[in-house]
């Protein structure tokens, strides 16, 4: 069946190009791919390879000409091809040839069987369907199904590309929703390299969070890895080092202490920038900080923009305006006429709030909204009913891409979404007062606290069974009158499914 000296096609990896088959021994054969500079070694009963054979009528090259085939003749198991008056044995064709085109192979009678081709067409279409799910690429996520996280990252997930603002309280997740847009957008390709910009502190929390949780290995970037990367074999420079990765983290500190890193990074192509506790990024009409600054260049020319911080509006109007104009400067461009327009957001918001809920508006309301909507004719007929649900959608749609934020901001509160355990102060049920007071329950809680320390310090010294320590606690706790009992809990921990779900408003 081989014969060194042959032409191969690998129907595996027909990017290979033609192969010569170099050796034949018992039952494997090896193929040389010069092309690619791969030596394959196949069994000979089952190596997917297909000869490559042309018939009269197609185009052969090799060793500097080409011509139609007009006989092919065979001698010793080896085939001639002659044409034009010219002679080329199979094994001087040059390595590529239009060998892969379907109206090639067609005619060269190069053609897989039906049970293959219907195996082919059956994996394309169920691969299709997986990438056409919501959750392509959310699959194998190590996360809770919490419905308010679920929710932000499909809908920044499905803009083309994601600018977004992820500014839930503290404790509801922002990280997660975050790596699972990030997740997204790298399984759907339509992102593939992704810079995380972080403050020192919390490097190694977002790298084993994306770790543990999706699987993404990020590269931390310091001045050791620049200089490692940045120096080729013969210890001279080579390259950029922040393209030598794909996925990046980088903290503000290592890129102000290195002008010459920041323009490094500022050169490398990014497809999604994240940066987190970004109301750190402080900006004034007349000054910007270097972090701010560095942000700015890197969001006008990143596609994708994710800022993330729990306190949107620590820094003032102006400070938060300072962010979504990363976002949108051309949407943001002014800070006085976006402080005048925030004036008008909180009556918007009570009219949205109307209809929500489905109320009638009433007369001064409708004329707010007819002039927030003045020359659009189609909304101003909506206007005339807005009980009904789909003129209210169409409404608050409108309303939410022309006023306030738009959607570039997503706010989830722990009172809109529900289902967290209250948090009680320490100093509760110790008389009133903060620290414990002198005496009653304070005295008792601060008794008990204090034989849990000596006991957990007793067990450091000297090992004790567990149920002894146990013993230990709970006879301290009835002494004194305290029941023992857990912890109160602060709320959902990121990632973990709260108990109840209630989405909250954006």
Same mark, same amino acid.
């Given at each position: 069946m081989f014969v060194p000296g042959q032409r191969w096609i690998s129907t595996a990896e027909p990017e290979l190009g033609l192969g010569t088959v170099l050796r034949v021994e018992g039952r494997g054969v090896q193929v040389l791919f010069a092309k690619a500079g791969v030596l394959r070694p196949y069994a000979v009963d089952s190596a997917p390879l297909v000869r490559a054979e042309f018939r009269a009528g197609q185009r052969v090259a090799g060793k500097g000409i080409a011509f139609l085939v007009e006989q092919v003749e065979i001698r010793e198991d080896l085939l001639i091809y002659r044409g034009e008056g010219r002679e080329l044995h199979e094994?001087? @064709?040059? !390595?590529?040839?239009?060998?892969?085109q379907a109206d090639d192979r067609l005619i060269g009678g190069r053609t897989d069987s039906v049970a293959q081709f219907e195996?082919?067409?059956?994996g394309l279409r169920r691969r299709a369907e997986a990438r056409r799910s919501p959750a392509w690429g959310l699959g194998a996520a190590r996360v809770g199904l919490v419905p308010h996280q679920l929710r932000v990252a499909g809908i920044a997930s499905a803009r083309r590309p994601p600018r977004v603002l992820l500014a839930d309280e503290v404790g509801l997740g922002k990280t997660i929703e975050a790596g699972m847009i990030v997740a997204?957008?790298?399984?759907?390709?339509?992102?593939?390299?992704?810079?995380?910009? @972080?403050? !020192?502190?919390?490097?190694?929390?977002?790298?084993?969070?994306?770790l543990r949780r999706f699987n993404l290995s990020f590269a931390i970037y310091d001045e050791e890895r620049c200089e490692a990367l940045s120096l080729s074999d013969e210890g001279e420079a080579s390259g950029n080092p922040f393209e030598d990765e794909q996925l990046v983290i980088a903290d503000f500190a290592f890129l102000e202490a290195n002008p010459k890193r920041a323009q490094q990074l500022l050169d490398a192509p990014w497809d999604l920038l994240v940066v987190d506790e970004a109301h750190h990024l402080a900006w004034t009409p007349e000054a910007a900080s270097p972090r701010y600054t560095l942000a700015e260049r890197l969001a006008a020319k990143t596609p994708g923009v994710i800022l993330l911080t729990a306190t949107p509006e620590q820094l003032g109007r102006s400070g938060h305006f300072a962010r979504l104009r990363l976002l949108g400067p051309q949407r943001y461009h002014d800070l006085d006429a976006y402080l005048a327009e925030a004036e008008r957001f909180q009556p918007?918001?009570?009219v949205?709030?109307?209809?929500?809920?489905g109320e009638a508006l009433s007369d001064a309301e409708l004329a707010m909204l007819r002039n927030a909507f003045a020359g659009d004719a189609a909304l101003e007929a909506r206007l005339a009913d807005t009980t009904r649900p789909e003129h209210a959608r169409e409404i608050l749609a409108a309303l939410i891409d022309r006023h306030g934020t738009g959607r570039a901001m997503f706010r989830n509160r722990r009172a809109g979404i529900g289902g967290f355990s209250p948090t009680v102060p320490p100093w509760e049920g110790a008389g009133g007062a903060r620290g414990g007071g002198g005496g009653g329950e304070g005295a008792r809680s601060r008794h008990v606290d204090h034989e849990a320390k000596r006991c957990f310090g007793r067990c450091l010294r000297k090992p004790r069974p567990l149920t002894s320590i146990l013993s230990s606690l709970l006879k301290a706790a009835a002494i004194h009158g305290r029941s023992p009992r857990a912890p109160e809990g602060r709320g959902s921990e990121r990632g973990r499914c709260a108990p109840a779900f209630i989405f909250g408003r954006q």
């Open positions: 094994g001087q @064709l040059d !390595d590529e040839q239009s060998v892969s195996l082919r067409v059956e997204r957008q790298l399984a759907t390709g339509r992102a593939s390299r992704v810079l995380l910009l @972080l403050p !020192d502190t919390l490097v190694y929390q977002w790298f084993v969070e994306l918007l918001s009570q949205a709030d109307k209809l929500l809920d």
